[in-house]
């Protein structure tokens, strides 16, 4: 099972609600990547990556511990609006990726969803 994370926004290591969730306690290791896509601000109120774009989009890696990982992904299913059996209604889908070596996972937001009339961040940081 993958353990890994591509954060890009709230849930980075700096953001507020990484501490609030007392999330380095399931961390083993966070280090910066970056992919390619498109980064939206989605209402003032949170990011939202397209994969499709050719933009360098900065985030981290999160490594979390196996023994929490099934926990991890229902917390940030839950955060991100993500429902597997209903991908439609999902405001981000969990995607599997691979950057460098690294196979993870990372949500990218739902247009169909969300609407489209967002504004692109162009430097790719939240």
């Known amino acids: 099972m993958i353990n890994k994370f591509f954060v890009y926004g709230l849930l980075k290591k700096d953001e507020p609600i990484f501490k609030t969730l007392q999330l380095e306690k399931a961390i083993s290791n966070i280090q910066e ?12 109120m949170c990011p939202g990556l397209k994969l499709d774009g050719n933009n360098i989009i900065k985030g981290e890696i999160q490594t979390y511990k196996r023994r929490y990982i099934k926990n991890i992904i229902r917390l ?6 993500y429902y597997p059996k209903e991908e439609d209604k999902s405001m981000y889908i969990r995607k599997k990726i691979k950057i460098g070596k690294y196979r993870v996972w990372v949500y ?5 969803t ?5 504004e692109e961040i162009k ?4």
């Open 114 to 118: 969300l609407g489209q009339n967002f």
């Open 33 to 44: 990547a970056e992919v390619k896509g498109k980064l939206y601000n989605i209402a003032n």
């Open 123 to 126: 430097e790719g940081v939240w």
């Open 108 to 112: 990218e937001c739902n247009l169909k």
């Open 76 to 81: 940030f299913d839950n955060i991100e609006k």
